[in-house]
């Protein structure tokens, strides 16, 4: 039985931390890289629909994103839906609109792949088509006619 | 040393959102040009399945109430007929599926009866892949000569009316 009995003087050995930085580091890089820094604050909600034929963004940055929804401060903004862009409230048409939004962000790319530039409409469940209808009309006014129905993936609930 | 990379970890982990972005891929068509008069196109009536969705979210399909469900295989039926039965389309080239909302219409209807004819397509040339080539549409390589002929064979015709003034 004293086979099983410690030796009272004999500590375990401490654990070698000398690979911990290595580690800490590599986890460090990698949210780095998959850490998209810009992050805009929401204003509206976007509940989207839940579909099961997704397809995924490979290059998420030639995406534009376009929010629909009710704003998540209701009493200052009301219930009726907003269309939200970058971290701002946006119209339809005019000055402050979807068509002069999208053209400014073409702009800001490389002229190669401006006709591969996607916009991807971000819009709650509960939204109209109407309002959609309207900025659908837009981007077609300005040719920017790649687009994306945000959902994401599941079953389709009736 | 270990304790800095310990501090921006965290604040990277904190920071990170991981959302993917995904979603119903839809191409435009461009704006008609309000000089030139739409073209006129002879379209037979076999060969368009009328989709319309109505303010309050439900169905008509070829002036008939539809659940949802039961879109996709109606949908396929209409692109696989090849001239069988009289009231579906001439071939699966010939095929059209117009697509009409209101503009009561809620967005998560929309995106589902989307959803449902994109299903229709894919599964229409996911069993045209694999009989002819015995793999599914997936797995065909990208731009490669089975998959384009494949997506010939089932060209993706949703088209969506223009919207109307009221």
């Given at each position: 039985?004293s086979?099983?009995?410690?030796n009272?003087?004999?500590e375990s050995?401490?654990?070698?931390?000398?690979?911990?930085?290595?580690?800490v580091?590599?986890?460090?890089f990698?949210?780095?890289?998959?850490t998209?820094?810009?992050?805009?604050?929401?204003l509206?909600?976007?509940?989207?629909p839940?579909v099961s034929e997704?397809?995924?963004?490979?290059?998420?940055?030639?995406?534009n994103?376009?929010?629909?929804?009710?704003?998540?401060?209701t009493a200052?903004?009301?219930?009726?839906?907003?269309?939200?862009?970058?971290d701002?409230?946006?119209?339809?048409?005019?000055?402050?609109?979807?068509?002069v939004?999208?053209?400014?962000?073409?702009?800001?790319?490389?002229?190669?792949?401006?006709?591969y530039?996607?916009?991807?409409?971000?819009?709650?469940?509960?939204?109209?088509?109407g309002?959609?209808?309207?900025?659908k009309?837009?981007?077609?006014?300005?040719?920017?006619?790649?687009l994306?129905?945000?959902?994401?993936?599941?079953?389709?609930?009736? | 040393m270990?304790?800095?990379?310990?501090?921006?970890?965290?604040?990277?982990?904190?920071?990170?959102?991981?959302?993917?972005?995904?979603?119903?891929?839809?191409?435009?068509p461009?704006?008609?040009?309000?000089?030139?008069?739409?073209?006129v196109?002879?379209?037979?009536?076999?060969?368009v399945?009328?989709?319309?969705?109505?303010?309050?979210?439900?169905?008509?399909v070829?002036?008939?109430?539809?659940?949802?469900e039961?879109l996709?295989?109606?949908?396929?039926k209409?692109?696989?007929?090849?001239?069988?039965l009289?009231n579906?389309?001439?071939?699966?080239?010939a095929?059209?599926?117009?697509?009409?909302?209101?503009?009561?219409?809620?967005?998560?209807?929309?995106?589902?009866?989307y959803?449902?004819?994109?299903?229709?397509y894919n599964?229409?040339?996911?069993?045209?892949?694999?009989?002819k080539?015995?793999r599914?549409?997936?797995?065909?390589?990208?731009?490669?000569?089975?998959?384009?002929?494949?997506k010939?064979?089932y060209?993706?015709?949703?088209?969506?009316?223009?919207?109307?003034?009221?």
């Amino acid at each position: 039985m004293s086979k099983f009995k410690k030796n009272g003087g004999k500590e375990s050995p401490a654990i070698n931390t000398s690979a911990l930085p290595d580690i800490v580091f590599m986890l460090l890089f990698f949210f780095m890289v998959a850490t998209k820094m810009r992050d805009p604050s929401v204003l509206v909600r976007t509940n989207v629909p839940t579909v099961s034929e997704v397809e995924k963004i490979v290059k998420k940055s030639w995406v534009n994103h376009i929010l629909v929804g009710p704003p998540l401060n209701t009493a200052e903004f009301g219930n009726s839906p907003r269309i939200q862009f970058d971290d701002k409230f946006g119209d339809v048409e005019g000055a402050n609109g979807v068509g002069v939004f999208i053209t400014m962000k073409k702009n800001e790319q490389p002229e190669g792949i401006r006709d591969y530039l996607t916009t991807s409409i971000k819009a709650d469940r509960s939204v109209r088509m109407g309002l959609i209808q309207d900025i659908k009309q837009e981007l077609r006014k300005i040719n920017s006619l790649k687009l994306l129905y945000s959902a994401s993936e599941g079953d389709v609930e009736e | 040393m270990a304790d800095i990379a310990f501090l921006l970890l965290v604040f990277f982990l904190v920071t990170t959102t991981m959302d993917q972005q995904k979603g119903l891929r839809v191409q435009l068509p461009p704006y008609p040009d309000p000089n030139v008069p739409p073209p006129v196109v002879e379209q037979n009536d076999r060969n368009v399945l009328e989709v319309l969705v109505n303010s309050a979210d439900q169905l008509l399909v070829e002036r008939k109430p539809l659940r949802l469900e039961a879109l996709t295989d109606l949908t396929k039926k209409h692109i696989q007929n090849e001239g069988r039965l009289p009231n579906f389309s001439d071939s699966s080239q010939a095929a059209v599926v117009s697509l009409k909302n209101d503009r009561g219409t809620s967005v998560e209807r929309y995106v589902q009866v989307y959803n449902e004819l994109i299903r229709a397509y894919n599964e229409a040339r996911d069993e045209y892949s694999r009989s002819k080539y015995g793999r599914s549409y997936a797995d065909l390589p990208d731009k490669s000569d089975e998959q384009i002929a494949v997506k010939k064979k089932y060209p993706m015709k949703i088209s969506e009316a223009e919207p109307v003034e009221y």
